[in-house]
């Protein structure tokens, strides 16, 4: 093992109902869709229409702007309705799935002989780039960028996160595929984090065969398994530079294509939460409705479902439809009652990274959460918390402010270029002044984009 | 608790828009909040957040202020029986004291609070947890003898002109309490310098000692620093001053609060205190040998003990809207606090209070400091390219 990046600040979020590791296989819900959505820089243009059959891995629109980067079908089955908001907007492609999937195979392709070019096409081909990432902004990746490297973090800090470890257990050759793959693409910089705690271990023994990578080992809290912070410590991004990322589950699934030459959009996701009575993982199709997996396993009825973890989720519902990328379903009571006199308990209960609580003393608990402000928005009076939670060379506050005044120029000289709002998640957490830190990040990085 | 709760949701409906009180709902808001934690749930980014809010914030101060305030309420029986020979208990001394200061803290809340109120109401923004803390920290750097009409002129200039002015809570760049205290001291000296330190109202059949003097600590020392208290009196705070300034003792006690807390930055509190050990010692070894009473001689820990140091550089340097916000401005800020208190100590003896004036400089120039600070890190990070 290499030397070990060590993470300081940070801080790891203890919750209640973490999923024990279980594994559910769950049959297909009676509608799957795909939600435009969930790719921010994709301007929809229909490929299939209504009543249309389908199979799994035909393209179902593909983006305007780059009409090469295409979104395949999870499943096969009939185009049952496009459920469009305003303007016309696209919001959903929803698909009634065949009992059996019937898949689209791509022409078979010898890994080790393809050369950079024919993997892209291949990926393009079969709408499975739309797993590669990018930094800066968090969008998919424009094939004809040449990424000075790609990443691909195996670990996940988040609250109540799955096990990647785990996860990449369950198809440990598809994993290895998928990075051979990535490797064709990464010119000789494909960068696997590993932690040195976190998650079942993963050893650079079982990644032996993949030719140009470089291991990292990174100890410490939340957010290490974060990929822009792990990129920052690694080969921070400067103006005019973009780095791609995988997520392992992508990683399984273009794993999976370059082996059985089909789109097969299985994943795993893991329940979890102190609202989920046995929380578990289960394998699911991309797509699938959330009732189909919440079914009658939540607890109480004042609930918050999250699809991600409770610092970057999206509040959800049960007839909504799994996310493309996701990983997570969380569940949280809502904190929807005043307190009396609140802010004067001694709080014994209540989680806080300042020591204001009495909290302070059990330092190792887990906690019940729930979704209550805590108290009410105010200008920055506090100063410093941030820093101690940002891992990053990057002066937060400032950053926010110059986004705040939209100063492009101080942005960029502040770091615009290395954050996400992922990256801010924490900052928003232990935020006296409740600040929607993780907004003003958007906004800034979408500025950036327009303007920059 | 339900009873609290029913009648403000049946009085709410007059607050809210279109309501016969509409005009008030800050000041409803207010009076909500500061009795439940609304149930408020988080909209967008995180869904959950940390306990903390700017109340909770603003309660941990005023704890870690405690400790000066009840040792400041004794000592100004203390002093006073002690002015006219009388033997006092503890229990009376502090009992004389609680009813001296407490109307002037009742003035200052009320007072202070009623123009935030106003400003609330006018401007139909929140009533802010600022001044929580700053109606306590105006009483505690007074001398017991203020009258109460300039107490509400002191409220009054510091929540319009140190706060309201410049938007509110956050967005003041001089700490607004020692801003009202500098403005009284300029414009009243009749009432903030001379022989007021020590409550005289006249007791029955006692007449004061021969041995009294007004003089405080700050005074003495430029005249001969040899006839200052013993060190040890000085740091539990047997002496004369502003109610909450003459111990450092208890000034120490809510440093460990707001250290432990993490309220307070500790980084400010011991570069403040470094400062005034650097500039004291160097100004030691520059003082003039045929000169031994002179002021430069004064061992550098007394600056640590005497005067109102301690107390400002706990509760007034340490706050965070006016002192420096970057790490490294946090050090240069505290130390150059520590080292122009000394200078202004020694030097100057028309104002004695130096720490008061070099903390509201350095609140000018702290934005500075941080730009200077942010500057580099920018340079720092084009160089890493």
Redesign the interface.
Known sequence: MGKVITIKKGYTIKMDGVAPKTITHLALSDVVALKPHDFPSVVPRLSVEVGQEVVAGQWLFHDKNNPKIRLPSPVSGEVIEIVRGDKRRILEVRIIPDKITKYAYFPEINLPNADRDAVIEYLLESGCWSYIRQRPYSLIANPDDIPKAIFVSCFDTSPLAPDLGFIIEQERAHFQTGLEVLDKLANGHLHISLHTEVGERLSESDFRGIANHKFHHFSGPHPAGNVGIQIHHIDPIQKGEVVWYVHPQDVIIIGRLFTEYRYRAERIVALAGSCVKQPQYFKVITGQKIKSITGNKLDSTNFRLIQGTILTGKKTAEDDFLSFYENQLTAIPEGDQPEFLGWLLPGFHKLSLSRTFFSWLTPNRSYNLNTNNNGEERAFVMTGQYDKVLPMNIYPVHLLKAILAKDLERMEELGIYEVSEEDFALCEFVCTSKIDVQRIIADGLAYVRQEG | ?KI??KLLNSVRPHFKEGGRFEKLHPAFDALE?F????????S??????????????M??VIVALVPTLFFGMWNVGYQHHLAYGMEASLVDSFLFGFWKVLPIIIVSYAVGLGVEFIFAIVRNH?V???YLVTGLLIPLTMPVTIPLWMVALGAIFCTVLGKEIF?????NFMNPALLARAFMFFAFPAYMSGDIWTDLSPEAGHVLVDAYSGATNLVTFDANFTKLPSAADMFWGFEQGSIGETSAFACLIGALILI????G?WQIIVSCVVGVLVMGLFLNALAPADMPTHAMHTPAYYHLLMGGFAFGAVYMATD??S?A???TG?WIYGLLIGMFTVILRVFNPAYPEGVMLSILLMNVFAPLIDHLV?EQ??K???K??
């Open positions: 608790m609290a709760q909040t009795l439940f934690v609304p149930g408020h749930t988080t967008q980014g995180v869904h959950v957040r940390d306990a903390i809010d700017l109340k909770r914030t309660f941990t929140q802010s947890e600022g938007g509110g809570t956050g967005m432990g807390t993490g309220i930055s965070p809207v002192a916000q970057t790490e946090k942010v890190h920018i720092n990070r084009k890493r390219a």
